[in-house]
């Protein structure tokens, strides 16, 4: 049935869409009110701008290829867990919609310029940085800045214009590469990272783009956020010492940790990488704009004077357990790199972890570096690596460890089955983010909340539930760790909505970026697993099911009811 999806009176972004044409170096300012009415802000509204103004067929990595930046209506209180943008557009890692979330102090500089969103399209003829100001856009080109890094790059923005790091999106090298996994860059060591977006950014010959205002819009947010912030200021919770990587010794005590690419999934090192070992290197707090949560993990070793942000679960498992590496100073070295030149640093790691297992030199640190270098760079095998696992296992002789071309997280799928169904269909690939489900499967939470985590089937209707509140949570934009202080009538008091309508908002953003995949030829064959999980296909077809979806593909009397006319 089609999904009339007119919400009335829900909180949502304001402010018009600037489409910046880079061909042209020209801008336009677009009302897009109604569909911030059907698709709230970030995630959802990035999902309908890049499906209706996209053509199918387009080049990720071609003028036609569209890059959305916003954020949702949250961006403007002073709630904890809301120091947070999306990204949106099409993918030259998974060749499908995707879209990428960061943290950092971005987002409320982002609506200091009174727009709600803005989107690059085309292609610069000079690598330039865009300007956007609530006074006026403005391009400048810097083929100096050819090759600069993300802190040389951020050094120039800060020094000759006066913009810090916390107002910029910057790509490295890796970015101007086209590297199929670099990331967007801001506050320098947050990343946009999932999916490739930097290549696209670097695609459109744009190094970087600068947010500066006293523009924000006035939206009215409950109280409810006061409450919220409270708890989160006050509770005792380990990620606060510990961010996601506290999870590493309960993943490795259910043999569900990935190590040495993939072919073993217990690691006898996790000693040397796990929440432990980076508390120790944390030397003070960090956090996103507005969140007293502060999971963030700014680390530093005195002795080497490595210092970077992390390493989170996913980096820890990529450059340590799946590299057969188990000194935690080796991984932060690793993840530095990646920020320094602009790399998403889980698939950077499981690409030369790839390599590693090709090349039987797992534990070889010197190597690792060397080959982040050489792939940001696209240097000798580094340009090899730079297409990603999916597209250069046959050449390295290994497995394919990928879903849709995007490269596994480290919540394992051969233990937590939902996961693993998880992985398979969802439309970003294997990445753990675009359900959270192994929040549910791991012995963690309260037992009426948990699931066993053996077997994929009798979970869709559970999974779809998490698919659109993450995509609901992307669009709000609220932040996935919120998750132990939100609740459906803290999602309806914040958002002035009922829970039922909001996820709906979650599920019309999922059925358009399916959508817009099976245009460009994604269907059943693709939602699939290197391995196997008991019951995984019986599971994929109860999700199909629930769906209301074909064979994998979306039948067009199931897309939501198009009430707005949004093409380019
Ligand atoms: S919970 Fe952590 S990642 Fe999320 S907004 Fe707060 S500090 Fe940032």
Redesign the pocket.
């Given at each position: 049935m089609r999904d009339a999806g007119l919400i009335l009176a829900m909180l949502h972004s304001v402010g018009p869409l600037l489409t910046v044409d880079l061909s042209a170096a020209e801008t336009a300012e677009t009302n897009i009110d109604e569909i911030y009415e059907q698709y709230l802000g970030g995630r959802g509204v990035g999902t309908k701008l890049v499906h209706d103004r996209v053509p199918f067929d387009a080049d990720p990595l071609g003028p036609e290829n569209r890059l959305v930046f916003n954020t949702g209506p949250m961006q403007v209180s002073n709630m904890?867990?809301?120091?947070?943008m999306n990204c949106t557009g099409v993918s030259p890692l998974t060749d499908g919609l995707v879209s990428s979330n960061a943290?950092g102090f971005m987002s409320r500089n982002f609506a200091d310029t009174g727009y709600g969103a803005i989107e690059l399209t085309g292609v610069a003829d000079e690598l330039t940085i865009v300007h956007v100001r609530d006074d006026g856009i403005e391009f400048e080109t810097v083929p100096d800045l050819a090759g600069a890094t993300v802190p040389e790059t951020v050094e120039y923005l800060e020094s000759e214009h006066g913009v810090d790091s916390d107002q910029t999106a910057v790509i490295g090298p890796a970015g101007e590469n086209e590297v199929r996994f670099a990331s967007i860059m801001t506050t320098e060591e947050r990343a946009f990272g999932r999916g490739g977006l930097g290549a696209v950014m670097g695609s459109k010959n744009v190094k970087a783009i600068t947010v500066e205002g006293d523009s924000r819009p006035e939206i009215e947010i409950s109280a409810t956020q006061m409450e919220i912030h409270r708890e989160a200021a006050t509770d005792d919770h380990i990620m606060k010492e510990q961010g996601t990587v506290a999870v590493m010794d309960l993943a490795n005590e259910m043999d569900g940790l990935p190590s040495y690419y993939f072919s073993e999934q217990h690691f006898d090192g996790a000693d040397g990488i796990n929440g432990s070992a980076v508390a120790e290197k944390k030397y003070k707090k960090g956090?996103?704009s507005a969140?007293a949560?502060?999971?963030?993990l700014p680390t530093r070793d005195e002795e080497s004077g490595v210092e970077t942000e992390g390493p989170e679960f996913e980096v820890a498992m990529a450059f340590g357990s799946n590299s057969g590496v188990d000194d935690i100073v080796e991984v932060m070295k690793s993840n530095e790199l990646c920020d320094r030149y602009g790399l998403d640093a889980i698939s950077a790691g499981n690409t030369v972890a790839a390599y590693l297992a090709s090349e039987d030199e797992f534990g070889n640190t010197e190597l690792i570096h060397e080959l982040v270098e050489k792939t940001a760079l696209r240097e000798g095998v580094g340009d090899t690596l730079a297409e990603g696992i999916d597209r250069v296992h046959d050449e390295l002789g290994v497995e394919n460890w990928s879903v849709k071309g995007m490269d596994f997280a480290a919540h394992e799928g051969r233990v937590l089955h939902g996961q693993g169904l998880s992985y398979a269909v969802s439309n970003r690939g294997a990445d753990h983010m675009y359900a959270t489900f192994y929040s549910v499967e791991y012995p963690l939470v309260p037992e009426e909340e948990a699931l066993d985590p053996h077997g994929a089937t009798g979970k869709a209707d559970r999974l779809i539930e998490r698919e659109n509140l993450m995509a609901l949570c992307d669009s709000g934009v609220v932040?996935k760790?919120?998750r132990d202080y939100m609740s459906p009538e803290r999602f309806e008091a914040l958002f002035g909505a009922d829970f039922e309508e909001l996820l709906a908002v979650g599920g019309r953003t999922v059925t358009l970026e399916r959508h817009f995949n099976n245009q460009r030829g994604f269907d059943d064959s693709d939602d699939r697993l290197p391995y196997d999980v008991p019951g995984l296909q019986e599971g994929i077809e109860e999700y199909y099911d629930a769906r209301g979806w074909e064979r994998g593909v979306v039948p067009e009397d199931a897309l939501p009811e198009d009430t707005t006319s949004t093409t380019a």
């Open positions: 904890s867990f809301t120091g947070r943290g956090t996103c969140c949560f502060a999971c963030k932040c760790f919120s």
